[in-house]
């Protein structure tokens, strides 16, 4: 908080702040009177200014050779404000610091606060939990960078009349910046709080024993007291430097086979096949400073290096095969088939694969579905982000037990997680915290989606030409999802239950210790990413559009009116964070559960958008947007004990169905430049407020900015012109 936060006794004592009456000393800490309101400095928007230039050009030499050339640039700087730097990382405990007893910058009321009540003499030093805003240093600001380039070249043409060919090959760069400002240093911090008294001036011990001659005395116990010279020494930034390469060759051919004969007897049109190769290659770096490297940014924390490279090489092709064609109940039919296999170093092989179809028995009706499956290889931070081993603030339940001597878990539960039952249970030495192993995995593999679709179009043009309507189910799960998996929760899951996906994480020492050392040998619970479990989704997608003549109308020479619709059910979104834990589907809620386990914001039961347009001229139309979004509930209100683990507060447990009305005007202004105005959210509807209760997930903010607006009435102008 500005005033500050002191807590004494090792963190463990009352709560205390600065009393303003006096300046230098202490009072209780009320969190209602004394804390501290993020939400003002929560950005809704950040400025943004990109720049984007484009080349691009062919030469014909003859049908068989045609050479084409694209060139991009793009350059794009945005930067955000964050709230004020803190002595304690956002989000976490409060940070520990050592007070000597005698430090010239403490009060008789505030030594006898932390030292003298609990024993401390003169000569000690307290440890005392602090928690305070650096109001003076003003807000954090951090400026990225990111430019871009491309280059494409290539030739395409007919090889004869049957066959023609496209080869190109690409090269894409992307470099990016980062600089963070007015963050504050830990390691600095520290040697600012531990002053002495030389000849009567605060001084800082590190200046008295050389070890940094440039420290200034923070002070945190006085009202006002902190000086220029202090908050200049112990502000602190940090950058980060990265690019991303990548090359890239590709050629196909693209035949019609119907010329050499190959089709339906039932059918006019012939077989299309297209086939081809494709190789990648792509290197990935990020490379911090050091104050990002040494974690000694208090409030950012720590950031880590990545640098790797991986390639891919595949091979794809897709066959058009007509059935039938003008035979009765079935006006055409039509098969599609393609593949794509891949095979990534090192990730090793995947395949992509697409079978679809399309059925018109008669003319108003067309049915479709597709079976297929697509993959997503791992990104590069996701395979090369710097392995870590750091610490869970957590005992080892097979670990000796500090008070009792013995372990809370048994021998046979803790053998399940590697422990000996003979020559290590019982033996392994107490720690109030373990090992954990987080960062990239080379070895993760691509996950996989299965997607099936299937649907009618209904375009009945002899009896309302400029009526079409369809329907669509589909239903995607995907397996292998790229996550993680919490360290503690897989050290109890494997003690508890055994099961192998969890206990496969547990690397214990030859002692059989998870809390031992930091090196190679040393025992962890692997806590990087990894391919865990699986998410289903499903729905109904409608959607319809119809043109009215206002002639119908009897309103001659008023043009037309347009209306488009689009609606969704979701069916279910079911999500199992790893094999055999039960699955548990967020359908219409919100909550830390579904949105922090799941892949997906909140997703309501239905949402759906309606256009209308009126086309008064060529050259002016106006439209209305309606945007409805279903109502949702807290999870806690789930009958799924995964999901209702707490207590839906009445405030915020449901969030009602919100509808919003976008209008938006084009004209032409001749035949080269058109203007667009138009106003989103027309009504001023506010976003639903969401509490940190109910979703901790929103840290300091309070609404669920993926889904509603958050802008309130929005208007925007937009000129293009073209010659």
Partial sequence: TPQGQFVPNGGT????????????????????????????????????????????????????????????????????????????????????????????????????????????????????????????GGLRQDEYLHRSYRLLVGVKGEVNSEWN?????????????????????????????NVVGVNGVPTCQSVVDGSDPA?????????????????????????????????????????????????????????????????????????????????????????????????????????????????????????????????????????????????TPIDPIRFRGTVSRAVRAPNGHELFLTETISQVAAADPCANDAITGKPTASAAACARSGVNPVTQYGKIPPANSFNQLTGGNPNLKPQAADTVTGGLVFVPSQWLPSLLLSVDYWRIKVRHY???????????????????????????????SLSVGNGPNSGRVIATGLNTGSFEMSGVDIEGRYALDTAALSLNNAGRILFNFAGSVAVDNIIQVVPGLNPFDCTGYFGPTCTGEGPTSPIPKWRHK????????????????????????????????HLATGTAYAIDSHVPSYDYLDIDSSISLGSHIEVRVGVNNLTDRRPPIIGFNANPLLVNGNMLAATYDTFGRYLFVGLTAKY
């Fill in 215 to 359: 420290c200034v005395p923070y002070n945190v116990f006085s009202a006002g007291a902190v000086t220029p010279a202090a908050l200049n020494y112990i502000t602190a930034g940090g950058s980060q430097n990265g690019y991303a390469h990548q090359y890239v060759v590709d050629g196909k051919l693209i035949g019609d086979l119907g010329k050499y004969g190959l089709k339906s007897p039932f059918a006019h049109n012939g077989l299309d096949l297209a086939f081809g190769m494709e190789q990648r290659s792509q290197t990935i770096s990020n490379q911090p400073d050091a104050n990002y490297l040494t974690g000694d940014l208090l409030t950012t924390g720590a950031a880590r290096a990545t640098y790797g490279m991986y390639r891919v090489t595949e091979g794809f092709a897709e066959l058009r095969v007509p059935i039938l064609e003008s035979v009765p109940f079935a006006k055409s039919l039509t098969i599609n088939l393609s593949d794509r296999y891949a095979r990534y170093a090192p990730q090793g092989p995947a395949n992509a694969y697409n079978f679809g179809a399309e059925w």
């Fill in 13 to 136: 004592g009352p709560s205390l702040t600065l009393d303003p009456a006096t300046g230098n000393t202490f009072r209780p800490f009320d969190i209602a009177r004394d804390g501290y309101n993020a939400a003002p400095f929560q950005t809704l928007a950040r400025p943004d200014t990109r720049y984007n230039a484009g080349v691009f050009g062919h030469y014909s030499f003859s049908k068989s050779a045609d050479a084409y050339l694209e060139g991009t640039f793009s350059d794009d700087r945005t930067s955000i404000l964050y709230d004020n730097a803190g002595t304690t990382p956002t989000n976490s405990g409060l940070n520990t610091f050592d007070i000597n007893c005698n430090n010239p910058l403490l009060s008789a009321g505030e030594v006898n606060a932390l030292c003298t009540q609990y024993g401390l003499g003169a000569t000690d030093t307290a440890q005392v939990g602090i928690g305070r805003r650096s109001v003076e």
């Fill in 482 to 512: 790229i996550g993680s998996l919490a360290a503690i929760d897989s050290l109890n899951n494997c003690i508890n239950s055994g099961e192998q996906v969890y206990c496969a994480l547990i690397q214990r020492d030859a002692n059989g």
């Fill in 610 to 641: 309606l256009r209308t347009t009126w086309e008064m001229r060529k050259d002016f139309e106006v439209s209305l947007n309606w945007r409805h979004i279903g109502q949702l509930s807290s999870e806690q209100l789930s009958s799924n004990p």
């Fill in 165 to 193: 060919y496209d080869v190109n090959a690409q090269y894409g760069n992307t470099n990016s910046h980062e600089r963070l400002t007015n963050d504050i240093s830990q390691v600095r911090l520290g040697r600012a709080l």
